[in-house]
């Protein structure tokens, strides 16, 4: 059974930061392509960013653009996001998705960020 | 960026009723269109893939269609468990969201 599982959420203050994980299990992990989309409160979905299936390629929407990076380390089927210079407007519930099918076939359960003094 | 837009964003239906939703691209996205499905509380599931393709495990009841910058997701006969909002999703250029369509029961 596909499993993906976020941790590192929670209450934190404007232009700090933050990392996100989310460990993968049930399937091959370093076959797939990986992403991060966000949801914030009572809000659609937003596509985050991207990693390769082998690490080597990463995508971002505009508005992370230097402030976020993606990352994974397949030899532990987890997949990362750090997050700097955060701002309120990147409060939301993150969720880590397995890319197929031009789009995201399995998500885990989302972990909430709030960016607030 | 392709900005992609739902109605309704509300529909109230009855239990056995057909169901359309609509989902408009503001470009051709040639077919590369997903729906998703996302209970209360819950992270969204993968429905239909590449406009009419439906993902293993969901019932037969749930059809997508369209082609250029218009589709639809149908239902052909409401149940009670697909109380949920949907959302479409294009990757014709990376990946955009719809605002989602709520569906209610009457």
């Known amino acids: 059974e596909v499993q993906l599982v976020e941790s590192g959420g929670g209450l934190v203050q404007p232009g700090r930061s933050m990392k996100l994980s989310c460990a993968a299990s049930g399937f091959t992990f370093n076959n797939y392509d990986m992403a991060w989309v966000c949801q914030a409160p009572k809000k659609g979905l937003e596509w985050v960013a991207t990693?390769?299936?082998?690490?080597?390629?990463?995508y971002y929407r505009d508005s992370v653009k230097g402030r976020f990076t993606i990352s994974r380390d397949n030899a532990k089927s987890t997949l990362y996001l750090q997050m700097d210079s955060l701002r309120s407007e990147d409060t939301a519930t993150y969720y880590c998705a397995r890319h197929r099918y031009g789009g995201f076939d399995y998500w885990g359960q989302g972990v909430m960020v709030t960016v607030s003094s | 960026d392709i900005q992609m837009t739902q109605s309704p964003s509300l529909l109230s239906a009855s239990v056995g009723d057909r169901v359309t939703l609509s989902c408009k691209a503001s470009?051709?996205?040639?077919?590369?269109l997903n729906w998703y499905q996302q209970k209360l509380g819950e992270a969204p599931k993968l429905l239909i893939y590449?406009?009419?393709s439906l993902q293993t495990g969901i019932p037969s009841r749930f059809s997508g269609s369209g082609s250029g910058t218009d589709y639809t997701l149908t239902i052909s006969s409401l149940q009670p468990e697909d109380v949920a909002t949907y959302f479409c999703q294009q990757y014709n250029s990376w990946w955009t969201f719809g605002g989602g369509t709520k569906l209610e029961l009457k």
């Open positions: 990693i390769s299936y082998d690490g080597s390629s990463t």
């Open positions: 590449y406009t009419n």
């Open positions: 470009q051709n996205i040639y077919k590369y």
